[in-house]
């Protein structure tokens, strides 16, 4: 939220144009959280069900989001762009695959929750094919596999569809927005995160041992993230170097840092409002912007030159337009997703759900 308020006149200290990372944060919570419910039941020697879990992640997604695609095209005066994308690509969750990044902005930031909606798709059949001969060696083979494929694929596109370009600053065609089309959006290309955080949620659902074997070690886990997050920050982006070993380095470095904040004892816990935050993480991520180009629209002339003003201003709005989203549509929904898994187990009369007991305080 920090690194798009910039994009409005704001100056904010250096480290908030390295914001875009938080992005690959993003993917690697979801990687190690979606992981641990899909794989906690196989460790309990049952199965997942399936459908439950569809149904989970369909009330939590779809309702917020939906009603922020409704807003954009039936309120084109909330779009920090003129051009927007079909309204089937946003339907469909193919936005972030059919990318036209010099005329079509608008709702933009949606491509990191298309890559989400994927990772819903195919880690399921992926845990199941793999939960039926487990082995640690089949698993590492398809980490080995995503990992140097995902950096071989990204070397590829380098190559051939944006250093072909580097020599075109701006316009259509130059190589930046290239570079956002072919390398930082697909989701083929940022596989990292995800897998990183899955095979985190491996080693604590069936390796407790090194689990707690690392928990003991969490300080130390924690400056090596810190290490690798700063290594990656000296990588120059966009070039060649950062779009093949960037993304690996970032998805591993925040491994560890997420690993050190799982612990009993997690410092995440500190700092002071994080968990009201975190749980309207989601809708605030949806509102943001629109409530930035509003108040850019309305209010610009007066926060020029009050830099501090501004940064209140912005930030209020948006904490104000998430927490609206929140609590009249997603935690609505989220609470109508409880009610119906409850509704069944009570007329089954037992937990026939599994592990996913439903509450609607889990996101």
């Known amino acids: 939220m920090l690194y798009h308020v910039t994009s409005y006149g704001l100056s904010l200290p250096e480290i908030i144009e390295f914001?875009?990372?938080?992005?690959?944060?993003?993917f690697v919570l979801s990687g190690f959280l979606i992981g641990e419910q899909l794989l906690s039941p196989y460790a309990a020697g049952s199965e997942p069900h399936w459908w439950q879990f569809y149904l989970r992640r369909a009330f939590r997604i779809l309702p917020a989001y939906l009603v922020m695609v409704m807003l954009y095209f039936a309120v084109p005066a909330i779009r920090e762009s003129e051009g927007i994308q079909p309204l089937w690509q946003f339907l469909t969750f193919t936005q972030n695959m059919c990318a036209d990044y010099f005329r079509a902005r608008a709702f933009s930031h949606a491509w990191s929750l298309c890559i989400e909606e994927h990772f819903?798709?195919?880690?399921?059949?992926?845990?199941?094919?793999?939960?039926?001969k487990p082995s640690a060696t089949r698993i590492a083979m398809v980490a080995i596999v995503l990992l140097l494929g995902g950096m071989a694929?990204?070397?590829?596109?380098?190559?051939?569809?944006v250093a072909p370009f580097l020599h075109i600053a701006s316009g259509e065609g130059d190589f930046f927005t290239r570079y956002i089309e072919k390398i930082y959006n697909p989701t083929f290309t940022r596989l990292d995160g995800l897998l990183a955080g899955v095979l985190l949620a491996v080693v604590k659902v069936f390796r407790p041992g090194w689990w707690t074997w690392a928990m003991v070690r969490s300080r130390c886990f924690l400056a090596g993230g810190l290490i690798g997050v700063a290594a990656a920050m000296y990588m120059p982006s966009p070039g060649y170097a950062s779009a093949v070993s960037s993304f690996p380095?970032?998805?591993?470095?925040?491994?560890?840092?997420?690993?050190?904040?799982?612990?009993?004892?997690h410092w995440a816990g500190l700092v002071p409002g994080v968990f009201p935050i975190a749980t309207m993480a989601f809708s605030l991520y949806l509102a943001h912007k629109p409530v930035y180009q509003l108040i850019h629209s309305h209010f610009d002339a007066q926060l020029q030159d009050?830099?501090?003003?501004?940064?209140?201003?912005?930030?209020?709005?948006?904490l104000a337009a998430g927490s609206l989203l929140y609590l009249t549509v997603e935690r609505p929904g989220v609470r109508l997703c409880a009610f119906i898994l409850n509704r069944r187990r009570r007329r089954l009369g037992s937990d026939a759900d599994g592990s996913f007991v439903a509450d609607a305080r889990v996101p």
């Open 19 to 26: 914001g875009y990372m938080a992005v690959d944060l993003f």
């Open 120 to 132: 819903y798709l195919i880690l399921p059949p992926i845990v199941w094919l793999l939960a039926r």
């Open 153 to 161: 694929l990204r070397a590829w596109l380098w190559q051939h569809s």
């Open 249 to 265: 380095l970032l998805s591993a470095s925040f491994a560890c840092i997420v690993l050190a904040s799982s612990g009993p004892k």
């Open 306 to 318: 009050a830099n501090l003003l501004a940064l209140c201003v912005y930030g209020g709005g948006a």
